[in-house]
């Protein structure tokens, strides 16, 4: 796998350590997050949602592939955890700005 942006690098290694803190600190203020149907706007709503999120059923991220593709960097994540079909495998679509995250769309 090609080697991820430093933003996108911190906000799995983030999200592996389960520090909503350092997740949020890889996105710009305003950024916007939108998964499972909902969106989440800013960086004090993106840690929020991971707090949720992780409540909710424990999970494991791991990149398998990236791809820079019209101004957005997709990778796609095998998710494992205590849930129903597990494990899936879900397209990140992240774009950046100023070597942060702008937004992130999973699907």
């Known amino acids: 796998m090609q080697d991820l942006p430093p933003a996108i690098a911190g906000y799995f290694a983030a999200q592996a350590k389960d520090d909503p803190q350092a997740l949020a600190e890889c996105f710009v203020p305003e950024a916007v997050v ?12 993106i840690a929020a949602w991971h707090i949720e999120v992780m409540r909710q059923t424990r999970f494991t991220a791991r990149p398998l592939s990236f791809e820079a593709r019209d101004g957005h960097c997709i990778v796609s994540v095998e998710v494992s955890g205590s849930f129903t079909g597990s494990p899936v495998t879900l397209e990140h679509d992240f774009t950046l700005r100023d070597e942060r995250i702008a937004a992130l769309e999973i699907r």
């Open 34 to 45: 939108h998964d499972e149907k909902r969106e989440h706007r800013g960086t004090a709503a």
